[in-house]
């Protein structure tokens, strides 16, 4: 377990380098060079901003001088201050990641919650009503616009009904509340974000949870377990389920920059501060350092997503620790 | 092909596909007013037999910028594919019929550009670029190509060993050759089901972009930023929000319908 643990960790080296080598090729499509302001008289980043790039990144340095500081950067997490309000970015992104892993979470949690079973339940009926219903369901997921979704039910719940807020985290009289109408505040502004980004999620996973199962059920030591006449119960949760869940984990782990990227769409069209929406008005206000640092911490957090996966998955699944063993 | 024909939801996805090509090619004559034609006096009416959709709140009409906005929507979504198979293929030919070094410097490069999240990677470049249709279609396509890189690369993999691919070696054939005329189109069929699919993908960025005002600007009409102007109307004008949202929403399923069915033709054995 310690050298798979090992063998993984060495993998990370690579892709972290490839992180900061491609974050640096982004850094130099940054307009503004000195040419460009002859060129343009509508200038949309005054000379004064360019200044600033050159400052913090060293733009007018050699390339190779210029990677080097901006790795320096990354190892001391420094990505420099925010041009919008001068407060450094890693402090600006840490307090915002709490939210939008919060509301990612209880998506991921959902998606679970209900994805398993609906896939599970169309695979062992197959071809039934109920299969063909989540067909429907599943391709109406895969083709919804979820900014869409969010408006038509920000419009239903929030402008017709006035049952749910439609903005923010919190109330106005938050404050004031007790603690459990704090909780309930929190959960009626989190409902509709946490819903639609759980939206297109679940039609994925129940898919793929819908083909591992008819899979494994067409296996040998399927046809044997019903061959010695165990209960279908114990065949479906005891010998099926469990094998079909398996490669859920690693989707789980690859599902995450998916649901990074919903959330620049969902917390901004809810107006929740969290990390997408930050990155979202940084693009607005073409605030560089900020959106370098979450493009950069955005990766990280897939990177450490995947791996989380890859363990867990090494921890369920014995044969991956010994099949990676023999290769090289 | 007729296996294909055969499957009802498959024909669907191509009929919706034909129908929106359609009002996008020939939208001058399908319209009766032109898509910014601003008529203040007539801002925010219902859909009515003079304006079919209704009119947004210049009171320009609806169902024109929908049908000018479909040029747009389609457009994007076809190159930046285009742009994304080029390089997909491109670089899963190197790595697959190479081998060694390359194929895992390559590979590496996938799994580098899969860890960014890709909203945040197209956001960032159109930022710091221009948000202009051009610009929108490039990065789609760089940002999108890694899926099919891996695909090319396993079908190569397993057709390399092959042993008309050692006959052509063996006759003399430059290894250029091997790779255009022998094993890519071999290789091709997981590409066009995973091109289908990502057109409709592609549909959606756009559009998403288009609502969070970094992509297509207006006044030129695209789904997404006519769904942006709707959002301020979201109380009074339910055509400004309903209609944009379902044509994107018919589109995709178009796309994917059509990609699913061609999966089941071109790919029996998934």
Not at chain 1, 191 to 213: C, D, E, K, Q
Not at chain 1, 227 to 248: D, E, M, T
Not at chain 1, 317 to 322: A, F, M, Q, W, Y
Not at chain 2, 184 to 210: D, M
């Amino acid at each position: 377990m310690l050298s798979y643990l090992a063998r993984r960790l060495a993998l990370l080296v690579p892709l972290l380098i490839g992180i900061s080598l491609i974050s640096f090729v982004v850094i130099h499509c940054a307009p503004g060079k000195p040419t460009d302001v002859q060129d343009q008289l509508n200038q949309k980043v005054s000379l004064q901003v360019r200044e600033r790039l050159e400052k913090l990144y060293g733009l007018d340095k050699p390339l190779g001088e210029q990677y080097l500081q901006w790795l320096v950067r990354l190892c001391k997490l420094d990505f420099g201050v925010s041009f919008s309000d001068s407060r450094p970015v890693t402090q600006k992104i840490v307090e915002r990641i709490p939210i939008t892993l919060t509301i990612n979470l209880l998506s991921l949690f959902l998606i679970l919650l209900f994805a398993v079973p609906i896939g599970v339940w169309s695979a062992v009926r197959e071809g039934s009503r109920f299969d063909q219903c989540m067909t429907v369901f599943v391709f109406i997921g895969f083709a919804m616009p979820t900014f869409w979704l969010a408006l038509l039910l920000m419009k239903f719940f929030g402008v017709t009904l006035h049952w749910l807020p439609v903005s923010g985290i919190r109330s106005l009289g938050f404050d004031y509340y007790s603690l459990w109408g704090k909780i309930l505040d929190y959960a009626r502004h989190l409902l509709l974000p946490v819903l639609i980004s759980a939206f297109t999620g679940l039609a994925g996973l129940t898919r793929y949870m819908r083909t591992n199962m008819v899979h494994v059920l067409q296996q040998d030591y399927i046809r044997t377990a019903r061959a010695k006449g165990l209960s279908l119960q114990r065949i479906y949760f005891h010998h099926a389920l469990k094998n079909a869940l398996l490669p859920v984990i690693t989707v789980l782990g690859l599902s995450i920059p998916g649901l990074i990227s919903g959330s620049v769409i969902s917390e901004s069209i809810f107006a929740i501060p969290g990390m997408g929406k930050l990155f979202y008005d940084a693009v607005m206000a073409r605030d560089y350092p900020v959106i370098m640092g979450v493009l950069v911490i955005g990766a990280w957090l897939t990177l450490l997503g995947n791996l989380a996966a890859d363990i867990a998955y090494s921890f369920a699944d014995p044969r991956i620790r010994i099949a990676s063993r023999k290769e090289p | 092909m007729i296996n294909l024909l055969r499957n009802k939801l498959t024909l669907s996805g191509a009929i919706i596909i034909v129908l929106m090509s359609f009002f996008a090619v020939f939208a001058p004559v399908i319209c009766h007013y032109q898509p910014d034609d601003i008529d203040i006096g007539n801002y925010l009416l219902a859909p009515s037999a003079t304006h079919w959709l209704g009119t947004d709140l210049l009171g320009r009409d609806l169902f024109s910028r929908m049908v000018y906005g479909a040029r747009i929507s389609l457009s994007v979504g076809l190159v930046s594919i285009g742009i994304a198979v080029v390089i997909g293929i491109f670089f899963g030919a190197l790595a697959g019929y190479y081998g060694g070094v390359i194929d895992t410097l390559v590979m590496r490069f996938v799994d580098i550009m899969l860890c960014f999240p890709s909203i945040f990677l197209i956001l960032a470049l159109v930022a710091l670029l221009e948000p202009n249709i051009m610009v929108i279609m490039a990065v789609i396509g760089l940002t999108g190509w890694m899926g099919i890189a891996r695909l090319i690369r396993a079908e190569i993999l397993s057709l390399k060993e092959r042993d008309f691919v050692s006959a052509a070696r063996a006759c003399g054939v430059s290894d250029i050759t091997i790779i255009a005329r022998h094993l890519v189109p071999n290789a091709i069929g997981p590409v066009i089901v995973s091109a289908t699919l990502g057109v409709a993908a592609a549909i959606l960025v756009e559009s998403s972009l288009s609502f969070l005002g970094i992509g297509v600007q207006p006044p030129t009409p695209s789904w997404g930023n006519i769904l942006m102007d709707a959002k301020s109307s979201l109380g009074v004008a339910w055509w400004m929000t309903l209609f944009p949202g379902l044509a994107i929403f018919i589109t995709v399923l178009g796309y994917n319908l059509l990609g699913e069915g061609l999966r089941d033709t071109l790919m029996p054995r998934a």
